[in-house]
């Protein structure tokens, strides 16, 4: 499976990705001059601010309490606007470079330029990049020499390497562009280094190996004449260490440091292209093989056309049952490529940046989209991809200890909206949208779904510290509304949305529904955690009484479920999150059969969004989908993906907010899953929301995973199953619904 182009990028949009998780590419194939612009996963500037989380807020708290109890929104929202906010620029409203906060950048572009271009597109001109190998590859031919490129990052070596090889001889001029500082050259090797002023630094290392012609350097490059094949082994490395709550260890300084971690990579990838690209692939290949979906579709005419010519065919209304799989596919490439044996989660943007100042810094937001990133790790049977996660929210947990204490002097653990890998866990600069507490909460159900989708009680048991101390700081944290006698948060918001009063309009409110459904999942989860361990009775017991006592999920005036604790009206109908429905999806509290009235009223909350323009930004798109399919609706899941690639996707298939935001592609490719296997409910339901649409009546699909540690292969026909096997541990047995019945099924090996 691949995507194909007829001409090379234009921007960086259209470029190709390549990543093993630590290292990330964007590859043009340009035949004039080729650019492959670099990115290395802990590339920030920024440092560990120790500023950021402010005293002032804990003396406060009574007073904006007092506020929003009264009724007096203008009041409430100027002290929390003025308390419940960091201390200094935070993340500077999405632009954090040159701030403590700082930004994930680029490491610069390696460039080709190709000596006696003419500028005019070759005619035999062709560019793709294979999803099972990850290598792109760019072929032309120029004054009859044919010349090709391939590029890839290995996921054994760690490197990326390169390779481009001529039927005839040919000459080039590479040089590194960074703003940041120049390049030195040598015949055989290009280096850069930078250090960001008091934090790390990195360097770039890119060791040269022609074969015929000739090889000179000097300030302006490496010129290579008339040679006829060249092999590039590339590295980035920074200085980057994870700071503790103190904020040591710190980064060192020197670049020359990450160098020295370059020549040593590069060193242990030796051995000849084609070789070091086979056990590469072999790794990408055995992690994408593991979940299959086919469809028995007709119109195969779409995939013979190039890539860009697709996406534009769907925005004008045509359907492409390839590209729908091709984009599932895509969707695990990508995450795969940025999370694999990794030090840092992907990241708003998985690992792929070509700018400096990047948009929102390219952070972790924690409100939706980190969390989204990492669905389809599950449904997916990708858990080797959750570590990097798993060890974040553990490196949040501690740094949001100091948080707690300092901000609420409470027990426990909290994180905000926005975070970094320096452990900024303080309240963002603006509290609408900034001061989500629940937002760390939300980050524990990753724990629960691990735990979940493996059976494997270690889970828990290794991370119970970080469950218990999420609970602890909300046992400190709620307050008795004293309007209703409910437990609430307070202040709080439902994540960057406004609501609207007779006074105005306004954000920071009690009690969201959000927050009740994220803590009522915490409080169970953790509890029911203390039993399966034998552990903490009393906290188990303490946990069940306090979710009691939370607001329930109730319905609004049009039929909807309230987002808010009063039935407010949104001032933005069409709002991009659609928070309150938390507890249709990703968690489990909404269901058809347990709360038939909460659930047809989640589909009353769906279509007004939508119909107030809802679902306009991809990520968004991609929610909505997986909320479709949990309301087991194939027909409105089809339209989304539909809509998601028409409407949200880039020539490269790279989802767009706009801009370009990754959080669409994983939670879109994720929603394919959804669609033909849930198990939420305690058993494996297949086929739940399987469109009726004539390209998916017949199919098959394999590996997709089920909560209990299970495996499922399926294949229907006519939109009915005709055989399925569920594979797990010998001997186990599980309740399967087949075609609208319930079934036992004997679990194979």
């Known amino acids: 499976m691949e995507l194909f182009y007829k001409k090379p990028a234009e921007k960086w949009v259209e470029a190709l990705p390549i990543g093993n998780g630590r290292l990330g590419a964007m590859v043009y194939g340009d035949p004039v001059c080729e650019e492959i612009q670099l990115n290395e996963e802990t590339l920030w500037d920024g440092r560990f601010d120790p500023e950021a989380d402010n005293p002032e807020t804990s003396e406060h708290l009574g007073e904006i309490r007092e506020a929003i109890f009264s009724g007096d929104h203008e009041r409430s929202e100027a002290l929390t606007q003025k308390y419940l906010v960091c201390r200094g620029a935070g993340s500077g409203h999405g632009h954090g470079m040159n701030l403590d906060y700082g930004s994930f950048q680029t490491a610069g572009s390696l460039r080709i330029a190709y000596r006696g271009a003419d500028g005019v597109l070759p005619a035999d001109y062709r560019r793709s990049l294979d999803l099972e190998s990850g290598l792109v590859t760019t072929s032309f031919t120029r004054g009859g020499t044919k010349i090709v490129s391939r590029v890839f990052a290995s996921y054994a070596r760690g490197v990326i390497l390169c390779e481009i090889a001529g039927d005839g001889p040919f000459s080039l001029d590479l040089s590194f562009e960074n703003r940041l500082g120049q390049a030195d050259y040598a015949p055989d090797a290009i280096v850069f280094r930078h250090a960001f002023p008091d934090s790390e630094a990195y360097a770039l290392l890119a ?61 242990a990838a030796s051995g000849s292209f084609d070789t070091l690209l086979g056990e590469s692939a072999a790794i990408l290949s055995s992690l994408l093989g593991r979940a299959k979906i086919s469809l028995d579709y007709a119109d195969h005419t779409p995939d013979s056309l190039p890539t860009d010519e697709r ?4 925005r004008e209304g045509h359907d492409d049952t390839g590209l729908l799989l091709t984009y599932f596919t895509y969707g695990r490439y990508l995450l795969i490529s940025s999370s694999y044996n990794c030090v840092l989660p992907a990241n ?117 510290d970080i469950l218990r101390g999420a609970c602890e700081f909300f046992l ?22 406004h609501f609207v009063t007779p006074s105005g309009t306004w954000s920071i409110c009690a009690g969201p529904t959000m927050d009740s459904e994220i803590l009522r999942m915490l409080f169970t989860t953790t509890a029911d955690a203390c039993d399966l361990l034998q552990m903490d009775e009393d906290f188990a017991e303490t946990l069940r009484e306090t979710a009691k006592k939370l607001p329930p999920i109730r319905i609004g005036k049009h039929g909807q479920i309230m987002e808010w604790s009063e039935d407010y009206d949104e001032a933005e109908p069409g709002h991009r999150h659609v928070s309150h429905l938390f507890a249709l999806h990703p968690g489990d509290e909404i269901t058809k059969e347990g709360t038939p009235a909460l659930f047809d009223a989640a589909r ?7 119909a107030a323009g809802g679902g306009h930004t991809g990520w968004s798109r991609a929610w909505v989908t997986n909320f479709f399919a949990r309301m087991r609706e194939g027909d409105e899941c089809l339209k989304n993906l539909n809509l998601l690639l028409s409407r949200s996707t880039l020539p490269n298939l790279f989802d767009t907010h706009p ?73 186990a047995r599980v309740t399967v619904t087949v075609n609208g019945h319930d079934e036992e099924a004997a679990v194979i090996a």
């Open 207 to 267: 060791a040269l190996e022609p074969e015929g012609g000739t090889s000179s350097a000097d300030a302006d490059g490496v010129h290579l004449d008339a040679i006829t094949r060249l092999t590039i082994r590339l590295d980035v490395h920074t200085t980057y260490v994870r700071p503790g709550i103190d904020g040591t260890p710190k980064p060192s300084n020197d670049p020359d440091k990450a160098l020295t971690k370059a020549e040593a990579a590069i060193r």
């Open 311 to 314: 996406v534009l065919r769907m």
């Open 348 to 464: 708003l943007q998985g690992i792929w940046s070509g700018d400096y100042d990047t948009i929102w810094s390219a952070d972790y937001h924690i409100n939706i989209n980190l969390q989204m990133n990492y669905w389809l790790a599950e449904t997916c049977r990708l858990p080797e991809l959750t570590k990097p996660l798993l060890d974040y929210i553990r490196f949040l947990s501690a740094h949001g200890r100091r948080t707690a204490e300092i901000q609420y002097r409470a027990n426990g653990w909290v994180a905000h909206t926005i975070t970094n890998p320096w452990g900024f866990t303080a309240p963002g600069e603006g509290a609408s949208w900034g001061s989500f507490t629940c937002a760390g909460a939300w980050c524990c159900q990753h724990i629960r779904e691990r735990y979940l989708f493996s059976g494997d009680p270690d889970v828990l048991r290794e991370n119970f």
């Open 476 to 497: 400190d944290f709620l307050v008795t509304d004293p309007r209703t006698g409910y437990l609430v948060t307070c202040p709080s918001n439902s994540p960057e949305n």
């Open 604 to 610: 009353v909350t769906l279509d007004r969004r939508l």
């Open 659 to 731: 801009p370009f935001q990754i959080d669409g592609n994983f939670g879109g490719a994720n929603a394919f899953a959804e669609m033909l296997v849930q198990s939420q409910s305690g058993k494996i339901v297949l086929l739940p929301a399987l469109p009726h649409d004539e390209n998916w009546k017949a199919g098959s699909f394999e590996g997709l995973a089920a909560r209990g540690g299970f495996s499922v292969d399926c294949r229907w026909k006519d939109g009915q199953v005709v055989e399925y096997a569920v594979r797990g541990k010998p001997g």
